[in-house]
């Protein structure tokens, strides 16, 4: 063998073992390509609760709500919530602690126990289902622990607990006394001693009339629990009393000149303002404060906003805010005499018209019908989404968009403007509308133009960055589905019909998605009758329709939605209603256009069936999705590699390339003769 022929045999070997070392770990990408959904909102909360009650436990700087109920049935749910992380926790609740329809908590905190009382069933049975149980909460160990005292009071609900810090007595008065088909409104007292398990029948010389839903507080600098309201026999009372355990003696404080008759009332003592904190369901949904040195209420001008008709209430000394809770979170500052709904608001539904990310706000911005006006909603509500705090902010611009369902949406980025155009109008006048929404300024602005697409919903609209072109498609229904494409210029505020050579079918209900890195618009799916399943690329340049993905992808649907993820360089494809044989779908499709291939990816996290409105955040890298209330996602895409066999051919390629350059060097490097002084030259025969 000659030197040649044994060099380039080495060289082939290298290549060839190169090659099939890359080989080895050139297995297909889709194996290895696992997408990750992830629920972006709030934990779970027992918002939507009616009549629990709550105690802030100091110890463990938490505020626990027990109980109430849930439309037709009684929760039996265990809440604690942070301040600071503003945050409910599910704690669960033991077996055999059934729910129950308000009932009553205090904080005993020298034996850090939270003490419950009472409950009934759901109304209309509550009247004969109360009960006398207690039970006592540990935060600390999550543990419930039911107590067996010798003596009880009769069953009950209604009632209000407060715990006298001095005496080390959690004090009990009124309710709602259990008799058949009849609530007997009481005006007992009684005391509960933790560390002896004992119930303790008190017998003031007066007491406050009968009542139950009543407010009531301990003041420690004046050692006296403070009542006040309720219903009584003859409707809401509006006395304020005070109870003084070491006399064991009730005073009427004021008979009058203070809050209304209230008859759902909460009570909580701010330790900050040294004063007693009432909240009502009257006229206005009152919040008052009541001074007990100077025997003086003040009207605290704040509308209490009460979700669901119930409220309760406990002081948070950390935080130095009465916790008011109404199927709402809400907290009152006392010190700047205001008060906030620490809930997030949610995003109205069904009828949303699109959503897009404003790349300048880093924010998605979605419009919807604001419900405030139903059944008959003239007026538009525009959100925005910050998917760093996870919140959803209603915007309130003053000029907006008229309530339109099905429109479309897109993304101006050259002009910062959120495009709108048509959709289903619910009051006249109807016809074709654009506006533009500037989020820096909050402003919709209808921008006329002379010419435009006609009237229409179910449209699908993407933003061209390079052409600087909104691109629409298709659409129903004037008078019947269209084909049409169309190209808007903000700098000219002008519509101008496309008619390409070829077309897609006329459908609605599809989706389409700006594929930069291609400079392609590709559009799939949507409804002419029949579903369709095909895939179409639009050159804006060329003005050119092309059908693509003709080697298979999803199955025919409609109502799904498409983005494009630039950092994966993929569209990215959710949900859609596949039929009547196959209902909805919340698989997740990506396509690739260099490639032409579409893949079902794998994810780690489940979207809801049928998907909803997706845009994708360039500033976090993630797709986000709304699919109704409290249904806000965001999906990471894979990076394992291109879709399907293709990963495996591209690392084939470069195993392939590589192989190659290292032949090469090995042939420049390796030596063609031995030097002078002893080497071998061509010719020397010599051994």
């Not at 059934?98 to 009472?118: K, Q, T």
């Not at 406990?314 to 205001?338: E, Q």
Request: charged share 15%; net charge negative; with cysteine.
């Amino acid at each position: 063998m000659t030197g040649v022929t044994a060099r380039w045999t080495t060289c082939v070997g290298i290549a060839v073992s190169m090659v099939l070392l890359a080989s080895l770990f050139a297995t297909p990408a889709s194996a290895s390509r696992v997408g990750r959904w992830t629920n972006l909102d709030p934990p779970a909360s027992p918002r939507g609760v009616t009549w629990p009650a709550v105690a802030y436990d100091s110890e463990s700087d938490r505020t626990i709500l027990f109980g109430g109920d849930r439309l037709t049935y009684t929760a039996n749910g265990t809440w604690a919530y942070s301040f600071v992380d503003n945050q409910w926790q599910d704690m669960s609740t033991p077996w055999g602690l059934w729910g129950r329809h308000n009932p009553a908590l205090a904080y005993d905190s020298e034996s850090d126990r939270v003490i419950l009382y009472g409950g009934g069933d759901l109304a209309p049975h509550f009247y004969d289902d109360g009960t006398s149980e207690t039970w006592a909460y540990d935060f600390n160990t999550n543990t419930w622990t039911q107590r067996m005292p010798a003596q009880v009071p009769p069953p009950r609900w209604g009632t209000a607990l407060a715990y006298d810090s001095r005496a080390d007595r959690v004090i009990m008065f009124g309710g709602c006394v259990s008799v058949p088909d009849f609530c007997g409104a009481a005006n007992d007292t009684w005391s509960y001693d933790f560390n002896s398990d004992t119930w303790t029948r008190l017998t003031p010389a007066v007491s406050p009339p009968i009542r139950y839903r009543h407010g009531m507080a301990y003041d420690p600098p004046s050692d006296r629990v403070i009542l006040f309201g309720g219903s009584g026999g003859t409707g809401p009372l509006g006395d304020t009393w005070a109870y003084d355990f070491i006399a064991n003696a009730w005073t009427l404080l004021s008979a009058g000149g203070g809050p209304p008759p209230l008859s759902n009332v909460a009570a909580a003592y701010d330790v900050r303002a040294d004063r007693v904190i009432v909240f009502g369901d009257g006229n206005g949904s009152d919040a008052w404060a009541y001074d007990v040195n100077m025997n003086a209420w003040t009207d605290l001008g704040l509308t209490i906003p009460l979700a669901l008709g119930a409220l309760t209430a406990a002081y948070d000394d950390r935080a130095d805010r009465t916790v008011v809770f109404t199927g709402d979170t809400l907290a009152l500052d006392s010190a700047r005499n205001s008060i906030v709904n620490r809930d997030p608001p949610q995003i109205p539904y069904p009828f949303t018209s699109g959503i897009a990310y404003d790349v300048s706000a880093d924010r998605v911005i979605a419009l919807t019908t604001d419900h405030g006006s139903w059944p008959q909603p003239v007026l538009s509500a525009t959100w925005s989404f910050d998917d760093v705090r996870d919140r959803w902010v209603n915007r309130r611009p003053a000029v907006a968009p008229p309530a339109v369902a099905s429109a479309a949406l897109a993304y101006d980025s050259r002009h910062a403007r959120t495009i709108l155009f048509g959709g289903y109008l619910f009051a006249p006048p109807y016809r074709p509308q654009t506006w533009a929404y500037d989020h820096a300024a909050n402003l919709w602005t209808e921008l006329a133009p002379t010419t435009s697409p006609s009237l229409r919903s179910d449209h699908v609209m993407a933003y061209d960055s390079r052409s600087d072109k909104v691109i629409l498609f298709g659409g129903c229904c004037a008078p019947a589905l269209m084909a049409d494409t169309w190209a808007y210029d903000f700098t000219t505020n002008r519509w101008a019909e496309m008619t390409p050579a070829v077309s897609p079918p006329a459908r609605e209900h599809s989706a389409m998605a700006y594929d930069f890195q291609s400079d392609r618009v590709i559009l799939f799916g949507g409804s002419s009758g029949p579903l369709l399943g095909d895939t179409w690329a639009y050159d804006y340049g060329a003005n050119r329709w092309t059908q693509v993905g003709l080697s298979g992808g999803p199955a025919a649907r409609q109502g799904h939605s498409m983005v494009y993820d630039d950092r994966a360089d993929r569209i990215v494809l959710l949900g859609g209603y596949l039929g009547y044989a196959m209902g909805y779908d919340n698989r997740t499709w990506e396509y690739d256009f260099n490639s032409d291939l579409w893949e079902n990816v794998t994810t780690i996290g489940t979207p809801p069936l049928g998907g909803g409105q997706m845009a994708y955040d360039s500033a976090s890298s993630r797709v986000i999705l709304w699919a109704g209330p409290s249904e806000t996602w965001a999906y990471a895409s894979p990076t394992g590699g291109p879709p399907g066999q293709l990963g495996a051919f591209v690392l084939l390629v470069g195993a392939v390339v590589i192989a190659v350059i290292a032949a090469s060097v090995f042939l420049l490097v390796y030596p063609r003769g031995r030097k002078r002084g002893g080497s071998l030259k061509k010719g020397d025969s010599s051994k």
